[in-house]
């Protein structure tokens, strides 16, 4: 495997700004081939989809070519990929559809470590239904969501599991494959928030044994929307609320309104992109986005051992990323000084990472870090030892103060 961290870095005209981006969690940067596509995509005729004319075909022929972007990344059938305005909308909806299923004294399981987007439209829909809400809890000390501490909290009336693939906060990895099948057991439905775990793991929809998957493209390189991908199957039993004369088929009824086509052309773009970071593979485009998130994975892996050793020697920091399985990313707080302090710091010297709970309230919370969190360090594909040096320089400078 190669990986060409300089002629990466050339494809993204943001990075000539000189700052050093490690707010990848929160959105990455976009490379020059998607923003191509985006324009592209606005340059050419565009109408609502159809066959009749050069723009109805341009529209229907960005949503198949999408939708099959989509499901080559996530190891998924196309006919089961749905778009929506965010991953948060997206959770919103198919917990209204989800809802009209439970009844008084059904269970939905939600988790600590999510992000709010993955617990607050389940915690309402619950309370709409009459539904009882159940906590999974993790391991401040460890960091740790454990499939025990799932299968502690599931009963015969649990009709579904809300888990995060990955916490967007510290970066722990639960086991998703094994919690999905306890919940399966239990005859219960998984909802996996894999927003932060797609932009660093090639994911494989029927490895998790996730019934529902969603992730934001704009978190890997992509344009701003949302994503789920489902069994086509699955996704014939809901009833979501929609227009009259719009479709009934699957899975457009489930996308409201018009779909953003350019940005859609730009999430294949993305696609395509993640899959030539490795440009020795070959083969489909599933098996060149497994050689290529071989070879991201193994670049993260190298910077974040490299900030790993920089913290280790810095006193009067506190690192709550401590899973054994987790994304590169890290949650800093400073003894005696707010991680906000930090931040602005950072900031003044070129360097982004952000600071606060990001949506992670319970989490933050379970964390003893209150509402307010810590510094968030996140790597992406275009981070380099430049970048990392320059962080743990600008630490180091914001600790002797």
């Not at 050793?309 to 000084?337: C, E, I, N, W, Y």
């Not at 606060?356 to 509402?371: C, K, P, T, V």
């Not at 360090?377 to 962080?391: F, H, K, Q, S, W």
Request: some cysteine; aromatic content about 6%; proline content about 6%.
């Amino acid at each position: 495997m190669t990986y060409d961290i300089t002629a990466l870095r050339s494809q993204f005209p943001a990075l000539s700004a000189g700052t050093a981006h490690f707010d990848g969690p929160g959105g990455t940067q976009t490379p020059q081939p998607v923003i191509r596509a985006i324009a592209d995509a606005l340059a050419q005729p565009l109408s609502n989809r159809g066959q009749g004319t050069p723009g109805e075909r341009n529209a229907e022929s960005i949503v198949t070519k999408a939708r099959q972007a989509l499901a080559d990344l996530l190891g998924a059938d196309p006919r089961g990929i749905v778009f929506g305005r965010s991953a948060t909308q997206l959770t919103y909806d198919f917990s209204r559809a989800l809802a009209k299923t439970w009844s008084p004294g059904d269970e939905v399981v939600v988790t600590r470590l999510d992000h709010d987007a993955n617990i607050r439209p389940w915690v309402q829909a619950a309370a709409q239904a009459g539904a009882t809400v159940r906590w999974a809890d993790f391991d401040p000390a460890t960091g740790e969501l454990t499939a025990a501490d799932v299968r502690a909290v599931l009963s015969p009336r649990t009709r579904l599991v809300a888990v995060t693939a990955a916490s967007n906060l510290i970066g722990t990895r639960p086991p998703i494959a094994e919690i999905s099948g306890l919940a399966r057991d239990a005859g219960a439905l998984t909802y996996v928030d894999g927003v932060h775990h797609a932009a660093h793991t090639l994911v494989d929809l029927e490895r998790l044994g996730a019934d529902f998957f969603v992730c934001s493209p704009y978190k890997f390189l992509g344009p701003h929307h949302g994503v789920l991908a489902a069994r086509p199957e699955l996704l014939e039993t809901l009833r979501p609320d929609k227009l009259l004369p719009s479709t009934d088929a699957v899975p457009e009824r489930f996308e409201l309104g018009t779909l953003p086509y350019e940005f859609l052309a730009g999430t294949e773009a993305a696609v395509d992109f993640l899959a030539e970071l490795d440009p020795e593979a070959t083969g489909t485009r599933r098996q060149r986005l497994a050689s290529a998130f071989m070879a991201l994975e193994a670049h993260e892996h190298a910077l974040r051992a490299q900030l790993d050793k920089g913290l280790s020697s810095f006193q009067g920091v506190q690192v709550h990323s401590r899973a054994v399985d987790r994304t590169p990313t890290l949650l800093l707080t400073f003894d005696g000084r707010s991680s906000a302090e930090a931040y602005r710091f950072l900031a003044e010297r070129g360097v982004h990472a952000p600071s606060g709970s990001f949506y992670a309230i319970e989490a933050s919370r379970r964390l003893g870090l209150g509402d307010t969190g810590g510094l968030r360090i996140g790597l992406a594909p275009y981070n380099n030892t430049e970048d990392v040096e320059r962080l743990l320089d600008g630490l180091s400078e914001f600790l002797a103060l």
